[in-house]
T-cell receptor, first 113, second 113 residues
Framework: DTGVSQDPRHKITKRGQNVTFRCDPISEHNRLYWYRQTLGQGPEFLTYFQNEAQLEKSRLLSDRFSAERPKGSFSTLEIQRTEQGDSAMYLC???????????FGEGSWLTVV | KQEVTQIPAALSVPEGENLVLNCSFTDSAIYNLQWFRQDPGKGLTSLLLIQSSQREQTSGRLNASLDKSSGRSTLYIAASQPGDSATYLCAVMTTDSWGKLQFGAGTQVVVTP
């Protein structure tokens, strides 16, 4: 257990539906990162927060994606009007302030049918 | 743009053999390099972290080397065991993107009894 929890672990949804994933990072870590990983590939950066501020978004994050981190605590990643290409594992990462150790959650698997 | 490549993509060895996993990166301006292990359907577990000023790190049967000038890192796993079967991912953190990791696609390792 890394101390980073993600929910739900698995989600199957129909194309066109909206889904939301939640990440609870390690409480004293002020940065939080979201990554997406497809089968056979390494994780790819999506976005990150410093406290409640979203400081960077990848070009992978289309307009259908939105992320929030209210009060600098947990974070949510919402995908609207899901497409089959959104099927992937969505990982949350909580780095130590030094950046030396990065703790990953177990990931949230999304399958769009 | 930083690109991270891992060779081979897959590797199968009999139990007891030593494993050698390779990682190369294109931009030598890195803050650190990390090796992760990922079991099927799971999140990432950090194995070793090498700071840019270091040449190697060791933990038990694992040893990772870093040659920043040539853009290479190697992960050695001595006396492999079936429990070492997993995907191993290399990730770099560049100096202009603190906290954000650029991953390779991973090497899938199978250790047969």
């Amino acid at each position: 257990d890394t101390g980073v929890s993600q929910d739900p672990r698995h989600k199957i949804t129909k194309r066109g539906q909206n889904v939301t994933f939640r990440c609870d990072p390690i409480s004293e870590h002020n940065r939080l990162y979201w990554y997406r990983q497809t089968l056979g590939q390494g994780p790819e950066f999506l976005t990150y927060f410093q406290n409640e501020a979203q400081l960077e978004k990848s070009r992978l994050l289309s307009d259908r994606f939105s992320a929030e981190r209210p009060k600098g605590s947990f974070s949510t990643l919402e995908i609207q009007r899901t497409e089959q290409g959104d099927s992937a594992m969505y990982l949350c990462a909580s780095p130590e302030t030094s950046g030396n150790t990065i703790y990953f959650g177990e990931g949230s698997w999304l399958t769009v049918v | 743009k930083q690109e991270v490549t891992q060779i081979p993509a897959a590797l199968s060895v009999p139990e007891g053999e030593n494993l050698v996993l390779n990682c190369s990166f294109t931009d030598s301006a890195i803050y650190n390099l990390q090796w992760f292990r990922q079991d099927p359907g799971k999140g990432l577990t950090s194995l070793l972290l090498i700071q840019s000023s270091q040449r190697e790190q060791t933990s038990g049967r694992l040893n990772a080397s870093l040659d920043k000038s040539s853009g290479r890192s190697t992960l050695y796993i001595a006396a492999s065991q079936p429990g070492d079967s997993a995907t191993y991912l290399c990730a770099v953190m560049t100096t202009d993107s603190w906290g954000k990791l650029q991953f390779g696609a991973g090497t899938q390792v199978v250790v047969t009894p």
